[in-house]
């Protein structure tokens, strides 16, 4: 047998000719294949592997070798490798991955083989593998670190950085020579970079270009925080794969995802205890890249360091004293690698070699307890080396270690590494909103930002970060939406002027004298006196009606204050100067309650001439009327309509609609307003005929977009109604009708002495002569929830106990007609107990109704409770309410009702107790903006802040021309999409 000695030092050329001079190539394709294919347990496939080696083998190897090769096929996969590890290197390799990736060099490469013409030298291969006995063939340690010969050319381009602990599928087969190519390491320096690194960040940086699409900076790594996750240093590609399968496709998402929280990393002085996050600085002893198994393996370094001895401190004189002492303890920092090319030599390699012993390093992480003694173990931790002018203590300060949430099953210890990675390469000058902006709110730079929230040096740090990427959420959409609003806007003057009234918050409002006569009329027909801020409203809408602007805004106030007629007399001001106003709101029982407010008020007009006509359109309006109706708005008859969401279908058509009122704004949504603006913004046929021989001015006004005034009955804080409607302006009326008295509440039990007692106030209140609402959470008992009382299935039960007074029912599934009827007989009294679901939160208006009874209080929020409770003490009356809880857990909770009445206090109360969108309810909060780190309830200056600056902004360029990286900033995060416009 001629046998051929390799070189420590020997090429693949020269390695290979090993093989050749074996004639045995076809050897190592099938043994390079086996490994591949991870030794599969197929045993048909496998006999014949095994047998083919046994007739390639049995030339030139011992007994006991071939001995071990007849059980190969039974043998575990570990046995197998270790077998085939043995023949690799016998072979002339220095193991199996050396084997594997030779012959994928000598294909790829169609490297010529030569004959080097040496004798194979059995003494010098045994010198150099101890553990090969040969014709003996004692167990070779797969997992012993195995010589690796210096091939430089390939090593210069090996990845130095641990990877991750993220676990891969096996590889594909081009894997191993892949992440050499995708992994420049990070620790050469400039001279040593091999071509193939420099071709690597060539195709990279091209392939940012492309992604980039309008960058033209030649270094695309250095401008554009929407560069694709591929230019990251150091991403294997299955890594930049599996970011972007989690939807981390740019750098900027990537650096969106924010710490869950910070530990508070404590300098290791004390004890070390399990699960604690730590900093040490130490020495690194040793470093190893382990394989351990077919498709896993590790790297670990050791670090020792020296921390007090908390043992040896003793107490002299009573007192306690360190003494100095400090021991030695052992840190075992690991990271894990799943995938077959994760185990190839030259990469175990590199990646060890970044930590060379002796190095001093900082080390950063949560610690875990091993034996022996002293000895701790990490997993998620951070490493950086000291330089030497470092100072060891400039690192031991105690500083926040971000907790990454995991995400779509990347692990937080990847999400960090890679995070810091893009850190590393981050420019400065990343900022789009202008400096004199940033200064002014007191910002962080958006650099300093992102470093501060992922690396804070404190949780001042970190806090100031998030200020600034919270604005940054507010302040886009705010700009958006402004943006927008000028965008619609004709001519450089309204949009000043409008801009100007955001800024100064200063009331324009005409006075009463100058109101048009009709709304004059409605004023003097009035029952009552307007309150104060009644009035100030009603002055503040008109002034805006008078303006040739679409009016788009909010008037809000809490429950019962009289927002109803502030908006018909706005409705007033419109149909004097002889346009339309419609009236929208979200059920049939309250459309049919305004239209019956609406006629009792016109009847107390002084001259009939002035009336309006007013109808009431609904999905229950019989076709016959609603034709007539549909007519009279196309032609103009019809001043006023009120109805519910059938006014925006598509055969209702206005002569000249120039108001819409929405009532209960937020419940109709964003997407709704849109249409309903829009539909009443494209008048009808007739009047586009008639406006076509008027003159242009007039024509300008026919044609503009009817002003729009939401009413929010649910006392949302600014804060909420500046996300919700950052466009509109805000009206408050801040004051309740005079003679309202304070409603008594009480929260109680609903135990069987609760109930009794309950029931014996609900007496003594029907007795007096008062009405008593019964609110119930659900129709009919459900087995699912036995808890929850039902409104039907009392029904019976309650009349029983109180046979000498009338009960109503009414809720949701009755049809429109039986509600009305229940409603009016409660208003007049036939029935004095109505038993109802939460169908009557919503602006059912009955002012001498007196006691509210609410089952299972503890299924309702505060501000829907506060909304129900506003049902009473609507008149002169003096009211109560109780909350009947069925858990003594949640008394608490709604005891905040009974220390207050006030709607926007108990609204903020239930913001931070639940959240933004469970304050509007679920179905009604889909068009709340979701924002990734701000929260409305506790962010809420931040909001406002943010308002101011996009108004600043746009007041010095409205079209954002002098800003064009801020306009392409914000055409970039679309603000559209984040409201589900
Ligand atoms: N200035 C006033 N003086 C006396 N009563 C008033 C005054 N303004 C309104 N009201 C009466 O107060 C009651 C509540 O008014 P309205 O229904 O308009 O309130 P709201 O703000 O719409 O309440 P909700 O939020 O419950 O819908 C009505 O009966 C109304 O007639």
New binding site residues.
């Given amino acids: 047998m001629r046998l051929m000695i390799v070189p420590p030092n020997a090429t693949a050329g020269a390695i290979h000719a090993c093989c050749k001079a074996f004639n045995e190539s076809h050897l190592t394709s099938a043994i390079s294949f086996e490994v591949r294919s991870g030794c599969r347990n197929m045993y048909y496939r496998t006999m014949r592997f095994s047998n083919f080696l046994h007739s390639n083998l049995s030339k030139w190897c011992s007994q006991n070798l071939l001995e071990e090769l007849s059980g190969y096929s039974k043998a575990n996969i570990s046995e197998r490798s270790k077998f085939l590890n043995k023949v690799s290197v016998l072979m002339g390799y220095n193991s199996v991955q050396d084997l594997v990736e030779q012959e994928k060099f000598r294909k790829d490469s169609k490297v010529e083989v030569e004959d080097m013409g040496e004798d194979f030298d059995f003494t010098l291969a045994r010198s150099r593998f101890p553990c090969i006995n040969l014709g003996d063939s004692s167990v070779i340690e797969l997992y012993d670190e195995v010589y690796s010969s210096g091939r430089n050319e390939l090593n210069s381009i090996v990845t130095g950085g641990p990877i991750s602990n993220i676990s891969s599928p096996d590889s594909d087969d081009n894997s191993s020579y892949k992440l050499l190519y995708d992994s420049p390491t990070e620790s050469l320096d400039s001279e040593t970079k091999s071509d193939a690194e420099v071709n690597y960040k060539k195709s990279s940086a091209a392939e940012c270009i492309k992604f980039a699409g309008s960058s033209l900076s030649t270094d695309p790594l250095l401008d554009n925080l929407d560069n694709t996750v591929r230019c990251l240093p150091n991403a294997t590609s299955r890594q930049c794969r599996q970011l972007e399968d989690s939807g981390f496709h740019t750098v900027r998402k990537l650096l969106h995802h924010f710490p869950r929280s910070y530990a508070d990393l404590q300098n290791a002085q004390g004890a070390i205890e399990d699960g604690h996050y730590l900093i040490f600085v130490g020495t690194v002893l040793s470093s190893r890249g382990i394989r351990a198994g077919p498709s896993f393996s590790f790297l670990e370094v050791v670090v020792g360091c020296e921390v007090p001895d908390k043992e040896l401190v003793s107490e002299i004189n009573g007192e306690e004293y360190a003494g100095g002492g400090r021991k030695k303890i052992y840190l075992h920092l690991k990271k894990f690698f799943r995938g077959t090319r994760f185990t190839y030599q030259p990469f175990l390699s590199s990646l060890q070699s970044k930590y060379k012993e002796g190095d001093r390093v900082y080390v950063s992480g949560k610690v875990k307890e091993v034996r022996p003694k002293n000895h701790f173990e990490m997993r998620e931790y951070s490493i950086d080396r000291l330089e030497e002018a470092e100072e060891d203590h400039a690192h031991i300060e105690e500083r926040p270690y971000p907790i990454y949430p995991s995400k779509a099953g990347l692990k937080p210890s990847f999400l960090r590494d890679i995070i810091s990675r893009a850190l590393k390469i981050l420019p400065t000058n990343i900022d789009p909103i202008p400096t004199e902006i940033v200064k002014e709110f007191n910002l962080l730079d958006l650099y300093d930002a992102y470093i501060g929230i992922h690396h804070p040096k404190n949780l001042t740090e970190a806090d100031l970060a998030r200020r600034r990427l919270i604005f940054d959420e507010f302040f886009y959409l705010q700009l958006g939406r402004l943006f927008q609003m000028l965008e619609a806007l004709g001519t450089g003057i309204e949009k000043e002027q409008l801009l100007d009234k955001y800024k100064n918050h200063e009331l324009y409002a005409v006075p009463v004298e100058e109101w048009s006569t009709l709304t004059k009329f409605f004023f003097n027909a009035?029952?009552?006196?307007?309150?104060p801020s009644?009035q100030n409203a009603v002055s503040e809408i008109i002034y805006d009606l008078k303006r040739p602007v679409p009016m788009n805004r909010l008037l809000q106030?809490?429950?019962?204050?009289?927002?109803?007629?502030?908006a018909f007399l706005a409705c007033m001001e419109v149909v004097s100067s002889g346009f339309q106003a419609a009236f929208m709101v979200p059920t049939e029982l309250l459309a049919i309650q305004h239209y019956d407010?609406i006629l009792s008020l016109l009847e107390n007009f002084e001259d009939d001439n002035y009336k309006p006509s007013v109808a009431l359109l609904t999905g229950s309006t019989p076709t016959k009327q609603s034709r007539l109706i549909l007519k009279g708005l196309q032609t103009g008859d019809i001043a006023m309509v009120i109805g519910t969401h059938s006014l925006i279908a598509d055969k209702v058509e206005f002569s000249a609609l120039r108001i819409a009122v929405v009532?209960?704004q937020h419940r109709f949504g964003v997407i709704q307003r849109g249409r309903f603006n829009s539909k009443l913004y494209s008048t009808s046929t007739s009047l586009k005929s008639s406006l076509a021989v008027l003159e242009e001015s007039f024509k300008d006004k026919g044609y503009m977009a009817p002003h729009i005034l939401a009413?929010s009955?649910t006392p949302i804080p600014r804060t909420l109604a500046l996300a919700l409607y950052g466009d509109m302006s805000l009206t408050q009326?801040t004051d309740l009708?005079?003679?309202r008295k304070p409603i008594e509440t009480f929260v109680l039990e609903g135990n069987e002495t609760g109930f009794e007692n309950v029931f014996q106030m609900m007496r003594d209140e029907l007795i007096s002569g008062g009405k008593v609402y019964l609110v119930y959470p659900v129709i009919e008992e459900s087995e699912q929830l036995p808890q929850l009382r039902a409104a039907a299935a009392e029904f019976e039960s309650v009349s029983e106990k109180f046979k000498d007074y009338q009960c109503g029912l009414l809720h949701g599934r009755m049809k429109s007609d039986e509600k009305d009827k229940a409603l009016k007989k409660f208003k007049s009294g036939e029935t004095q107990i109505l038993l109802a679901t939460q169908v009557i939160e919503?602006?059912?208006?009955v002012?001498d109704a007196s006691m509210m009874i609410v089952m299972n209080a503890e299924r309702f929020g505060i501000a829907q409770l506060h909304?129900l409770r506003?049902?009473v003490g609507?008149?002169s009356r003096k009211s109560k309410c109780v909350f009947l809880s069925s858990t003594s857990g949640t008394l608490d909770r709604l005891k905040a009702l009974e220390k207050s009445s006030d709607g926007f206090y108990l609204a903020n109360a239930d913001l931070l107790l639940r959240g933004p969108g469970n304050l509007l309810g679920k179905k009604q909060s889909g068009h709340l903006p979701e924002f990734p780190i701000a929260r409305l309830e506790i962010d809420g200056n931040i909001l406002q802040e943010a308002h101011l600056a996009a108004l600043k902004v746009l007041a010095t360029s409205n079209d954002l021309e002098r800003y064009p990286r801020l306009k392409a900033e914000l055409s970039m995060r679309q603000p559209l999409c984040l409201l589900g416009d």
């Fill in positions: 009035l029952p009552y006196s307007l309150t009644q106030g809490d429950v019962g204050c009289g927002k109803t007629v502030v407010h009532d209960e009413m009955a009326i009708p005079p003679g919503i602006g059912v208006d002012p909304q506003g049902r609507r008149g």
